[in-house]
């Protein structure tokens, strides 16, 4: 084993870790007569960390072949015992390395080399079972339990997982084969999964042929989702870009998704499950998102919402052949609400509607659904839109006697395709108010006249997650 250390450059200059640097540069020096050889990179990361090791060092190779789970774990487990020490990274150097699920720790960093291709083994039984999550009551595919994710963590604090745009395959198609057939007893695995955990970053990577959805960050808070190219074929099953499920506090930003399902889907629990956890997802920025999409949302709200959904703020979004702009889904049954929702800046090509929310999404767990729990959908801000070959402006479908209330529409137009339909805006059980929108929208949705732009609000104020930076860190290793 090599020497592995790492130091941190911020505002406060830590003169511990300027030493560090130096005295290993002189030891560069000093050593190069020995044939020495040092590896040496920067990264961005919300914390730097005291103690590394890579991967092959724990029998770890990357030969596409060799099955490298037990090593991924044995190496986390090692670097565990840093935790309250300054904390730990794993490198994965370059290479093609197989492996199914494992777990990481706190105050950790599992860091992927631009050369570097962590390939999810193809084998079930490379992935424990484990519970449904609460707020759902079932696997989404299946009743009962689920496989865990290929990369997994609970109860973490202080946890990144990044790169220099190293790539993690999921190799889905054969699970995407076993599902369209119905030869899965279980929910597919996630690329990633992080659950009840704080402070969390996942950033500068590709994520490709996920089995199912690609990062799923769920019950947790502070999380920053950055950086990262998500790429499925568009016909694969449910392979979402990012769903930040029951979190508080979440930053998606400088993200490009090809998906064959929402690109960003917001979520909060299912039915009775999610209105019993009672866990919303609130506080959410995404900003600077592309998505090619050609059968779903650039960014979906629900269907699972029963927790809520509150204070999301979406703005420099870019969407190309996909099927809607910003989606709310709910139905009958799920409770909980969608509200104070803040759109603005959209630039579409190619969309089937530009606007879509629907009160009649249907899909339940189970038959024990209350028929009583409406769901609230109210104060939803669309603003400075641009949108071009357009099949519909919109399709608005709210629950009768219960419509979404709120709307507001300002600054929005939308070019139309040569198939448009005749009728562009279909509105039942919603209210609201739009102003310089083109084509000329529903009645349920009455033109305010020019000037009133400011009557869709997007909030002026910060969230805590915008205030949350990363500082530079160094890398240091040494091999003989």
């Known amino acids: 084993m090599g020497l592995w250390t790492s130091a941190r450059r911020s505002k406060v200059i830590d003169v511990r870790g300027v030493l560090g640097v130096l005295v290993l540069f002189y030891t560069i020096g000093v050593e190069s007569r020995k044939s020495v050889k040092w590896d040496y990179f920067e990264y961005g990361a919300s914390?730097?960390?005291a103690h590394s090791a890579s991967v092959s060092d724990f029998g770890g190779v990357g030969d596409g072949?060799?099955?490298?789970?037990?090593?991924?774990?044995?190496?986390?487990?090692?670097?565990?015992?840093?935790?309250?020490?300054?904390?730990?990274?794993?490198?994965?150097?370059?290479?093609?390395?197989?492996?199914?699920?494992?777990?990481?720790?706190?105050?950790?960093?599992l860091y992927l080399d631009k050369d570097a291709v962590l390939l999810g083994s193809e084998n079930e039984s490379e992935y424990p079972l484990i519970e449904p999550l609460p707020s759902y009551g079932r696997g989404r595919d299946a009743d009962g339990a689920r496989y865990s994710s290929l990369i997994f963590g609970k109860n973490l604090t202080d946890v990144v997982i990044t790169g220099a745009n190293g790539t993690i395959d999921g190799q889905g198609e054969l699970w995407w084969t076993k599902f369209r057939a119905g030869k899965l007893d279980y929910t597919r695995p996630y690329l990633i999964e992080i659950m009840f955990s704080t402070d969390v970053q996942i950033s500068n990577l590709t994520l490709i042929n996920s089995p199912s959805w690609n990062v799923h960050p769920v019950y947790c808070s502070n999380v920053v989702v950055q950086g990262l190219t998500i790429l499925a074929p568009v016909k694969s099953p449910n392979t979402d870009g990012i769903?930040?499920?029951?979190?508080?506090?979440?930053?998606?930003?400088?993200?490009?998704?090809?998906?064959?399902?929402?690109?960003?889907?917001?979520?909060?629990?299912?039915?009775?499950?999610?209105?019993?956890?009672?866990?919303?997802?609130?506080?959410?920025v995404i900003r600077r998102l592309?998505?090619?999409?050609?059968?779903?949302?650039?960014?979906?709200?629900?269907?699972?919402?029963?927790?809520?959904?509150?204070?999301?703020?979406?703005?420099?979004?870019?969407?190309?052949?996909?099927?809607?702009?910003v989606r709310i889904k709910t139905a009958v049954g799920r409770g909980g609400y969608v509200k104070d929702v803040y759109v603005r800046g959209m630039t579409l090509k190619t969309m089937k509607w530009v606007f879509w929310m629907t009160g009649n999404y249907g899909s339940h767990p189970d038959n024990n659904y209350d028929p009583?729990?409406?769901?609230?959908?109210?104060?939803?801000?669309?603003?400075?839109?641009?949108?071009?070959?357009?099949?519909?402006?919109?399709?608005?479908?709210?629950?009768?006697?219960?419509?979404?209330?709120?709307?507001?529409?300002?600054?929005?137009?939308?070019?139309?395709a040569q198939n448009s339909k005749k009728l562009q805006w279909n509105c039942t059980d919603v209210a609201g108010i739009t102003s310089e929108v083109n084509p000329k929208p529903c009645d349920l949705l009455p033109d305010q006249g020019q000037g009133k732009i400011e009557e869709c609000n997007f909030p002026e104020d910060s969230l805590p997650v915008e205030n949350m930076g990363v500082q530079t860190c160094y890398f240091f290793r040494r091999h003989w």
């Open 65 to 109: 072949t060799t099955v490298n789970t037990k090593a991924f774990q044995a190496a986390i487990d090692h670097l565990s015992q840093f935790s309250s020490e300054g904390g730990s990274l794993l490198y994965v150097p370059p290479g093609r390395w197989l492996t199914g699920s494992f777990n990481l720790t706190s105050y950790f960093t």
């Open 47 to 49: 914390s730097c960390r």
């Open 243 to 284: 769903n930040p499920d029951s979190c508080t506090n979440t930053r998606i930003q400088d993200c490009y998704i090809v998906s064959g399902d929402d690109c960003v889907a917001v979520k909060s629990g299912w039915d009775e499950y999610g209105i019993s956890f009672g866990m919303p997802t609130k506080q959410l």
């Open 372 to 416: 009583n729990a409406i769901p609230v959908i109210q104060n939803i801000n669309y603003r400075d839109v641009v949108a071009e070959n357009v099949t519909m402006a919109a399709k608005l479908e709210g629950i009768a006697g219960d419509p979404f209330t709120g709307i507001c529409i300002s600054n929005v137009t939308i070019g139309l």
């Open 290 to 325: 592309t998505c090619i999409s050609p059968t779903s949302a650039v960014i979906a709200l629900g269907s699972e919402m029963s927790g809520g959904i509150e204070d999301v703020r979406a703005e420099d979004i870019t969407a190309i052949d996909s099927e809607s702009g």
